[in-house]
Each structure stands twice: as structure tokens, then as C-alpha cells.
């Protein structure tokens, strides 16, 4: 069984910091990309960063300069470091792997969620 396991969320004034933690556990073979997505009020789940296995990371254009996304292999972990935060980044944060479990196949987890707001 195989979980992602987010922590971190909370209300943080404009201008404030917070840092998201997720970690996997279970009966895991391998882990590849790693990263995290929100979804606001009303909106879609959108991309927020995504890091490789190699530790190459991407970014939407929205958060460029002010997230910064990381992981520990040895620990299973991904965290995204949240600068700068603003109103608009009002979301539920939400932590995803592709995740080979043992003697199975590939395939995306989800976290269950973290909410994070930011007040003006």
C-alpha cells in the first residue's frame, strides 16, 4: 500500500512564507517525478512544480522565482519552499509521485490535500 502523506498547509499573511512536506511510504520499487499541484474555489487543479528523479525541476509560470521545489530520495520526500506567498495562492495544495510499487506497474499517487491560505 502505498500513500503520500502531505504536511505543512496553514494561513499565512501577503508577503509571508510556508513550506510543504510530502513523504511516500509503503512498499515502494522506485520513485520518478515528484511534485505538487493546487486547486482554488471554483478553478481546476493546476501544475504548480514537478521535479525529476535527477532533481531537474520545472515550474508554472505563476510561482517562477518565489517556489522552490525539492526532494530527498533517500527519505521519499518532496517539499516546495513558498516565497513571496499572495491571495492568489489561496489553494488546496496537493502532493503527487509516479510511483512503481513492488511487483507492480508505474502509476500517479495523490496526497489527500493541504490547505493553504493566504490572507491580504
Same mark, same amino acid.
Given at each position: ?7 505543512? /498547509?496553514?494561513?499565512? &499573511? *501577503?508577503? $509571508?512564507?510556508? %513550506? ?6 509503503? =512498499?515502494?520499487? #522506485?520513485?520518478?517525478?515528484? /511534485?505538487?499541484?493546487? &486547486? *482554488?474555489? $471554483?478553478?481546476? %487543479? ?6 525529476? =528523479?535527477?532533481? #531537474? ?13 525539492? %526532494? ?6 518532496? =517539499? ?14 496537493f502532493c503527487y509521485s509516479v510511483i512503481r510499487a513492488r511487483f507492480s506497474s508505474s502509476r500517479e499517487y495523490w496526497g489527500q490535500g493541504t490547505q493553504v491560505t493566504?490572507?491580504?
Amino acid at each position: 500500500q502505498v500513500q503520500l502523506v502531505e504536511s505543512g /498547509g496553514g494561513l499565512v &499573511q *501577503a508577503g $509571508g512564507s510556508l %513550506r510543504l512536506s510530502c513523504v511516500a511510504s509503503g =512498499s515502494i520499487a #522506485s520513485i520518478g517525478n515528484m /511534485g505538487w499541484y493546487r &486547486q *482554488a474555489p $471554483g478553478k481546476q %487543479r493546476e501544475l504548480v512544480a514537478v521535479i525529476t =528523479s535527477g532533481g #531537474s525541476s520545472s515550474y508554472a509560470e505563476f510561482v517562477k522565482g518565489r517556489f522552490t521545489i525539492s %526532494r530527498d530520495n533517500a527519505k521519499q520526500t518532496v =517539499s516546495l519552499q513558498m516565497n513571496s506567498l499572495n491571495p492568489e495562492d489561496t489553494a488546496i495544495y496537493f502532493c503527487y509521485s509516479v510511483i512503481r510499487a513492488r511487483f507492480s506497474s508505474s502509476r500517479e499517487y495523490w496526497g489527500q490535500g493541504t490547505q493553504v491560505t493566504v490572507s491580504s
